[in-house]
């Protein structure tokens, strides 16, 4: 005689209202569980830059019944050009609208971060709880429950807390060895800011590379506004740290780095005082041998930032959280091995996608296109040109049998098709 074990309803708390967590809350709350996210923002972060979904992200937001809605909402951005300083492009590279393939450095799926949140945040506030204004600063478990202690001194008692809080997770932090350093960093740190747009841009990413290791990239999302991206190669302590000063003395920073770049450097750096904001990081990976420990659990870049080298940072997010929630739902009855089962089984499932794509950075590989010295420079350009001139770049994303998340294949759960 078989036993039938009946679903549990667990009371799930996630800390972080971004991307990863609003997809978990998703499929959380599809499963039959009561989901409560907690956001330290007083609202919506609905800002940000530019992002991309490729290979198995395409497939999870599909899944979520949500792929129509985001390609109401795409970019409009036909290609990248390298650009010499008189805006001049040297060689471009489109994107692959083929259908087929993999994508090229401008993705199918271009979508501002923001628009993308408020995709996943209509698709979630009828059945989770949202709480802006509020973080976990702390919290204690055993093996019943998990008390979370929150910014604003009260306690609430839960069967999980997922950290879904970011590249600088406070739950990551509480979880790990004292001293222990997650970041796997490649020596390279990123500024990024609006400016107003104006009739010379357009609908092909420019990318301008400057002697020093430096490049600034101009983007244009919509019709009134473009982004821009300050990148360099430095591994100094100073670089390190200003990602934690007061904006104020990260935009003097960035401007005494590039005052000399030449091209629309001056019209880029006028424009960060009024830009609406401002984000200056490093590039690193996070890299931790354990996503979890007893009743509390990491994910999205709070558990495996690949990076925006990657490619697939928001898209590692949207499977990570796709699957951490499938086996939480899969798992989801009284027995006392359950909740470990489903922890143990979202590592061993996941922990092959996120090496793959964490390990398509290669630092040696970002230099080449950082390059210190202008002939260095010349030298990408023309053999960038000549590749595009053959065509190349198009034949081998459109003949690619994998696209960056390599042959990974996205796992079947029984309540993983909300259309």
């Known amino acids: 005689m078989t036993t039938k074990i009946a679903k549990r309803s667990l009371r799930i708390l996630v800390a972080g209202g971004g991307v990863a967590g609003q997809a978990l809350a998703f499929w959380l709350t599809r499963g039959g569980h009561q989901v409560t996210v907690v956001e330290r923002f007083p609202a919506l972060r609905a800002s940000g830059?530019?992002?991309?979904?490729?290979?198995?992200?395409?497939?999870?937001?599909?899944?979520?019944?949500?792929?129509?809605?985001?390609r109401s909402r795409l970019v409009d951005e036909a290609g990248v050009a390298f650009i010499d300083s008189r805006g001049k492009p040297?060689?471009?590279?489109m994107a692959n609208t083929s259908g087929k393939g993999r994508q090229t450095l401008t993705s199918e799926y271009e979508i501002m971060r923001g628009d993308l949140v408020r995709i996943l945040h209509?698709?979630?506030?009828?059945d989770t709880e949202y709480v802006f204004g509020k973080s976990v600063d702390g919290f204690d478990q055993d093996a019943d429950r998990v008390t979370a202690h929150f910014s604003d001194g009260t306690s609430g008692e839960y069967d999980l807390l997922i950290g879904a809080d970011?590249?600088?997770?406070r739950i990551r932090r509480a979880?790990?060895?004292?001293?222990?350093?997650?970041?796997?960093?490649?020596?390279?740190?990123?500024?990024?800011?609006?400016?107003?747009?104006?009739?010379?841009?357009?609908?092909?990413r420019d990318t301008y590379m400057v002697p020093g290791g430096r490049q600034i990239m101009?983007?244009?999302?919509n019709a009134t506004e473009t982004q821009v991206y300050f990148v360099m190669r430095e591994e100094s302590a100073e670089a390190s740290a200003i990602h934690r000063a007061p904006v104020e003395q990260q935009q003097k920073f960035w401007a005494e780095r590039f005052r000399d770049a030449g091209w629309q450097t001056?019209?880029?750096?006028?424009g960060m005082k009024d830009s609406p904001f401002f984000y200056s990081q490093e590039i690193a990976q996070v890299r931790v041998d354990s996503w979890s420990k007893g009743r509390v659990v990491l994910a999205g870049d709070a558990a495996h930032c690949a990076s925006p080298y990657s490619g697939m940072g928001i898209s590692g997010g949207l499977v990570g959280a796709y699957v951490l929630a499938g086996e939480i739902n899969r798992h989801a009855n009284d027995r006392p091995t359950a909740l470990p089962a489903a922890l143990a089984n979202y590592d061993r499932v996941l922990r092959p996608f996120v090496d793959e794509i964490q390990g398509k950075v290669d630092p040696r590989v970002l230099r080449v296109g950082m390059p210190m010295h202008q002939h260095a420079i010349s030298a990408f350009q023309n053999a960038t040109a000549l590749a595009c001139f053959f065509h190349i770049p198009a034949l081998v994303a459109r003949f690619s049998k994998e696209d960056r998340g390599g042959d990974w294949q996205l796992p079947a759960y029984a309540d993983a098709h909300a259309a």
Request: aromatic content about 10%; proline content about 4%.
């Open 49 to 70: 830059a530019q992002v991309d979904l490729r290979g198995q992200g395409i497939e999870a937001v599909e899944r979520m019944g949500l792929l129509e809605t985001v």
């Open 175 to 204: 979880l790990l060895p004292e001293g222990f350093d997650p970041y796997w960093r490649v020596g390279i740190h990123m500024a990024y800011w609006f400016v107003p747009r104006i009739a010379s841009d357009s609908n092909i």
């Open 122 to 126: 209509e698709a979630t506030t009828n």
């Open 218 to 221: 101009r983007r244009s999302h």
């Open 266 to 270: 001056d019209r880029f750096i006028e």
């Open 90 to 93: 040297k060689a471009t590279i």
């Open 166 to 169: 970011g590249q600088a997770s």
